[in-house]
């Protein structure tokens, strides 16, 4: 179907040549580059439509190009709108709105098949056994529900090689994170329970959940029981605290909300995922829009392709009916094998629920367009160069800074999505090791960080950078496993051979060859920021230790000498020279100071370089 000559596109003919059938329709340019890529219920009515109606700017620039149009016949609508998103992935047409999704989406994985079942992080096909909970928004929104359920239900979240080879109880058993079943301190029965309150809760049951604990609780106070029923009225508030957090809808209802905002030529559409009445949190998308496409043909373009290889809830609520949105419908119900409702006007809590779904997505645009340029690109980059999933939302990176080992300090400095969150940082003292051991200053620094991240009180990150090679990244590793932390990509960034700044090597764990971005890769200037940074606050909370201690007085250090004592030691000898080098009969004479204080003085001070 090809352009009679070079003058111009014969619309006409090509026309009687296209079916009146479901399918999907290409334009291309004089040299066979696709323009544009489309759907249709009905493929001629819809390709005719370019040539027989008023077009926007747009599409008029469009179809002055167009030198040929090739179709693809499918038996349904849903099978054209499935075509239709792989040829959009495939070619990446001028003229459609392209989204760059993440590869696939997170969920709360359960091993329901085994005696003592364990939660988890999972991301991937859900073909294996057990139970899936999502999808979640973002690994971060996964990280918080699993914490969630560890203070409310201890279920273990270890993985199995780990679990398998536990001869004690591990830290999350002394937090009071998980039960132990590993070493047999709970009963298959009682962990059983727990076990079904977690699929209570994540199936949005949690009036269930509640009405259950508070019959044991009124049954351990009827038994004198009081500890017991007492842990269970703290399990009752906690859970009850999350719901009125987490509960949009008391109906238990799944539904997306989507709601695009266009300024300055970008777009934002932001998509609020409920299940089981959940606000399981939200995701901001950035998709490219060609100039001039209105909010109806951007959210049926996102629709399209968001929604091809994922689970379709019953309900989409959008800010602006998409184009062909009965189109959209039919082949979602197809794909979903159930009903599938778009709906755009709406009135009461999910007019409200939308209202705050646009407000979110003009924020969320108001801050990419107001950050600092280039950032995102880093950000992309480095998720390219570590085959993440998607792009990380929070990195920390640590460092160890000493003079000869003395005087460690260890730094926490803290990435997210728009740049260093220095409210975030953290400096350790590092006491009790060998001088000069690096690798247990960073276990120590690290067991103390995430300890906290296991007690709920700071988030686990997506990315964990570490200043050293193989052997610094292994030891790490074992910290975190000991900890029972999981779901954390471990990076270890080492000077290259020659040291030079842009020749460092990333290093994953259980690697054999090192990631070599290179010295102009938006991804390593991005790991190098975030490395410098952690070496600059360890370097200034090492030098500031270093100079208190050197600014302290070694009489501070003596028992028995206090303020008032100082004072007038330091002013009968004229300061701390004069004070050395004064005998103990001389020190005894000082008023407040007896023989044996006077003694224990001139030794202390002798002992040591002032």
């Known amino acids: 179907m090809s352009a009679p000559g070079s003058s111009g596109f014969d619309h006409r003919a090509a026309l009687r040549q296209i079916p009146a059938e479901p399918g999907v329709y290409r334009m291309l340019d004089a040299e066979g580059t696709v323009l544009y890529v489309g759907k249709a219920k009905v493929l001629n009515r819809r390709v005719g439509s370019y040539f027989g109606r008023a077009l926007n700017r747009r599409l008029q620039l469009m179809v002055s190009l167009i030198a040929d149009i090739q179709v693809t016949v499918t038996r349904t609508e849903g099978e054209a709108l499935l075509l239709e998103n792989n040829l959009i992935k495939e070619h990446r047409p001028r003229f459609n709105v392209l989204l760059r999704d993440d590869k696939s989406y997170p969920y709360i994985y359960l091993s329901s098949q085994d005696r003592y079942p364990r939660l988890a992080f999972y991301r991937g096909p859900r073909k294996g056994n057990g139970r899936y909970f999502g999808p979640y928004p973002s690994a971060w929104a996964v990280r918080e529900t699993l914490q969630l359920l560890q203070k409310l239900f201890p279920v273990r979240q270890c993985e199995d090689s780990f679990y398998a080879t536990r001869s004690r109880p591990c830290l999350q058993y002394q ?23 977690s699929i209570q809760f994540l199936d949005g049951r949690a009036d269930e959940v509640i009405a259950d604990l508070v019959c044991r609780m009124e049954d351990a106070a009827e038994a004198l029981a009081f500890e017991r029923a007492a842990a269970l009225r703290d399990q009752i508030a906690t859970l009850r605290r999350i719901q009125q957090r987490q509960y949009i809808t008391a109906d238990g209802g799944d539904l997306d909300i989507v709601a695009a905002v266009e300024e300055a030529g970008t777009v934002c559409v932001q998509v609020f995922f409920i299940r089981a009445g959940r606000n399981l949190g939200n995701k901001a998308f950035f998709p490219q829009a060609p100039d001039a496409a209105g909010r109806d043909t951007v959210l049926a373009a996102f629709l399209t392709q968001f929604y091809a290889d994922k689970e379709l809830p019953p309900e989409i609520l959008v800010n602006a009916e998409p184009e062909e949105r009965a189109f959209l419908e039919t082949a979602f119900s197809q794909q979903a094998g159930r009903r599938v409702s778009i709906r755009h006007r709406l009135r009461g809590d999910r007019a409200r629920w939308l209202e705050m779904a646009e407000r979110n997505a003009d924020l969320a645009l108001k801050s990419r367009l107001g950050s600092r340029a280039g950032y995102g690109r880093r950000l992309e980059a480095l998720r390219d160069a570590l085959d993440l999933d998607e792009v990380p939302a929070r990195m920390e990176c640590f460092d160890i800074s000493h003079t ?207």
Request: charge should be positive; glycine fraction near 12%.
């Open 175 to 197: 937090i009071k994170r998980c039960s132990a079943p590993c070493v047999g301190l709970i009963t298959p029965e009682d962990y059983a329970v727990d076990v079904r309150h």
């Open 404 to 610: 000869r080992g003395e005087l460690t300090v260890a730094s926490c400095v803290v990435f997210d999505a728009d740049g260093p969150r220095k409210a975030d940082y953290r400096r350790f003292n590092i006491d009790g090791i060998t001088p000069g051991d690096d690798y247990a200053a960073m276990e120590q620094a690290l067991t103390r960080r995430y300890r906290r991240v296991q007690q709920g009180e700071v988030p686990l990150p997506d990315v964990l950078f570490i200043d050293g090679g193989k052997g610094q990244l292994s030891a790490v590793q074992g910290a975190l496993q000991e900890l029972g932390i999981t779901g954390v990509q471990l990076v270890g960034v080492a000077k290259g051979p020659d040291r030079k700044a842009g020749a460092e090597q990333l290093w994953l764990p259980g690697g054999t060859t090192p990631i070599l971005p290179g010295a102009t890769s938006p991804a390593m200037h991005l790991v190098q920021q975030i490395r410098d940074e952690a070496h600059r606050f360890a370097i200034t909370g090492h030098r500031q230790r270093r100079d208190k201690a050197r600014r302290t007085s070694a009489l501070e250090e003596i028992p028995g000498v206090g303020p008032k004592r100082r004072q007038n030691l330091l002013r009968a000898f004229g300061g701390m020279r004069g004070l050395k080098r004064a005998a103990a009969d001389d020190i005894a004479a000082v008023d407040g100071i007896g023989r044996e204080l006077a003694q224990q003085i001139h030794e202390a001070l002798n002992g040591q370089n002032l």
